[in-house]
């Protein structure tokens, strides 16, 4: 993927392009924002600009650097993942083996690329002894390398490491903004691009990931259900933590349209839009305060869901859940 094919991401693009076309490029970056944004793809297609054949300020995607940097065998590109030297159950952590290996590996010449790059994944999961490491790195990396960070929990990182790198943040899209591209990029029908752009909260990459699955019949499924008997709390005991999740999600999602269209707001707000006939038609079945009291009992069985809580205590909260 080039940066021109990253979608949402102008500043940050236009920034690194910029930086490229001046020849002012950092050694280090810090790629910071929300997961499913585009931070990776970003940090790929920098990997690609900065080595393309073509000296377009971006990847032509054509060329053989570009191609062997988009399939991962390039042997001047690094790729460093919490876990990928895991034999001890730390599947989490970015230990100080990755480091050393980065130490040796940067301080060689490139065997073809212009520049070396060294991308590290989820960089808050370095450990104490990592972060120093990298730290010793980060104060003078050599000129013809590249190392680039990517993190979505800024909270969680070292502050020496944040303070060696450049920071380029990523925010999510504008929800109209995606929605609009996941009809023209990806041609889903209106109203599934509709809903998943409110579900996913803005990031391209979750949309994607949601759109894949079946989610939009899942959803669908559980209105008609909760329409004709309510929540049934015996089908959820079967469901696993993370399906329970996605359930008591939707039915947020269901309870909020409710309020909203009863409430007489915008019926562009709606995220079921394709339930409009529905909501209108159901919304005089309860009142406010039931509503209220439903959204209530969702919310706080996902506060239990967090907590880790006994699933019973959660379904018996449910269970007082109001019924179509
Ligand atoms: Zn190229």
């Not at 949402?8 to 050694?27: C, M, T, V, W, Y």
């Not at 996941?182 to 509709?194: D, G, I, K, M, V």
Request: proline share 3%.
């Amino acid at each position: 993927m080039s940066f021109e094919a990253i979608k949402g991401q102008d500043q940050p693009i236009n920034f690194l392009r910029e930086s490229i076309k001046q020849q002012q490029l950092a050694g280090a970056y810090l790629f910071i924002g929300p997961e499913g944004v585009g931070k990776a793809f970003t940090a790929k297609a920098l990997a690609k600009a900065v080595n393309c054949q073509e000296e377009s300020f971006d990847s032509c995607d054509k060329c053989s650097s570009c191609i062997k940097i988009e399939k991962n065998q390039h042997p001047d590109i690094h790729f460093i993942n919490p876990g990928s030297m895991d034999n001890q159950g730390d599947s989490e952590l970015i230990k100080i083996e990755e480091i050393r290996q980065l130490h040796r590996e940067i301080n060689l010449r490139p065997f073809e690329a212009k520049k070396k790059v060294f991308i590290i994944n989820n960089a808050h999961q370095l450990t104490a002894e990592s972060a120093n490491a990298l730290l010793k790195i980060l104060e003078e990396p050599p000129k013809n390398s590249l190392i680039i960070l990517i993190s979505s929990k800024f909270n969680r990182l070292f502050k020496t490491i944040i303070s060696r790198c450049r920071i380029v943040k990523f925010s999510p899209l504008p929800r109209k903004e995606l929605e609009a591209t996941l009809r023209s990029e990806y041609h889903l029908l209106s109203e599934q691009a509709h809903f998943l752009a409110y579900l996913a909260e803005g990031r391209l990459g979750s949309a994607l990931a949601l759109k894949d699955t079946n989610i939009f019949t899942e959803k669908n499924e559980l209105i008609d259900e909760f329409i004709s008997v309510g929540s049934n709390v015996d089908q959820l005991a079967a469901k696993d933590r993370e399906g329970l999740r996605r359930y008591l999600n939707l039915l947020a999602v269901w309870l909020r349209d409710l309020y909203l269209v009863k409430s007489g707001l915008s019926h562009a707000e709606i995220i079921n839009l394709d339930r409009k006939e529905q909501l209108l038609k159901l919304m005089s079945h309860y009142s406010y305060s039931e509503l209220d009291e439903a959204m209530k009992f969702v919310s706080q069985a996902l506060m239990y869901l967090e907590q880790n809580v006994n699933a019973k205590l959660i379904f018996a909260n449910l269970k007082g859940i109001l019924k179509g």
